[in-house]
């Protein structure tokens, strides 16, 4: 069954507008991280941002946030303003299990492209 | 401050051939991870390191594959007999932290990878 499930192969939008990428993810348990990463053409992922399953708030990084909704295992990434250099993919990934060595599992990428 | 180094970038080989690739961690991480991606999909977890110790492995990693950390700082990656399938993108990410139950972010830092080419 697949862990994390990403939608949205590709997506346009309009510099200076904000993006939402959608992420849902499956686990039976009950501590989890959840994490956002950024793959530019260059290949190197580029880690943006974590919410721990035990974290009450939404996490924030600049301009990037996680939209973390529990009960209906979602957690979108909102990019606010959007820049030329936010063309790239970009991976949802968790981390199941208790311990903080766990491999990270990664769903199939959001290609976003932003139009001047 | 450098990031993870990983070498070479680009690797053309012939099937057949066996290659190693090397990757040096940030310095004052122990753990260290592996991955591959294909084209178009997702990293997927290939082994794990704890200083020098391989605590897992992925079914993934045939026994055509080994990974090494000898002195708990750069591993090495090497594939025998290069199959066309084996053609992607190997990367690498570091950590630091500590044994047994955390809720420590542990976030993996990644580098550029070695892009694999078997023809």
């Known amino acids: 069954a697949q862990k994390i499930t990403q939608t949205q192969p590709g997506m346009f939008v309009q510099e200076k507008e904000a993006v939402t990428l959608d992420c849902t993810y499956d686990?039976?348990?009950?501590?989890?991280?959840l994490f956002w990463y950024k793959q530019p053409s260059s290949g190197e992922m580029i880690f943006l941002i974590y919410?721990?399953?035990?974290?009450?708030q939404n996490a924030t990084e600049g301009r990037y946030s996680l939209n973390f909704q529990k009960a209906r295992k979602s957690a979108n990434l909102v990019i606010s303003a959007s820049q030329l250099g936010d063309s790239a993919m970009y991976f949802c990934?968790?981390?199941?299990?208790?311990?903080?060595?766990?491999?990270?599992?990664f769903g199939s990428g959001t290609r976003l492209s932003i139009r001047p | 401050d450098t990031g993870v180094s990983q070498d070479p970038r680009h690797k053309i080989t012939k099937r057949g051939q066996n290659v190693t690739f090397r990757c040096d961690p940030i310095?004052?991480?122990?753990?260290l991870y592996w991955y591959r991606q294909t084209l178009g999909q997702g990293p997927e977890f290939l082994t794990y390191?704890?200083?020098?110790?391989?605590?897992?492995k992925s079914r993934l990693l045939s026994d055509r594959f080994s990974a090494e950390r000898p002195k708990g700082s750069f591993s090495t990656l090497e594939i025998q007999r290069t199959e066309q399938g084996d053609s992607a993108m190997y990367l690498c990410?570091?950590?630091?932290?500590?044994?047994?139950?955390?809720?420590?972010?542990?976030?993996?830092?990644f580098g550029a990878g070695t892009r694999l080419s078997v023809l």
């Open positions: 990410a570091s950590s630091f932290g500590t044994s047994g139950v955390s809720k420590a972010k542990n976030i993996q830092y």
């Open positions: 686990t039976s348990d009950q501590s989890y991280g």
């Open positions: 919410q721990g399953s035990y974290d009450e």
């Open positions: 990934a968790m981390r199941e299990g208790r311990s903080s060595a766990s491999k990270i599992i």
């Open positions: 310095s004052e991480h122990n753990r």
């Open positions: 390191f704890q200083n020098e110790a391989q605590l897992e």
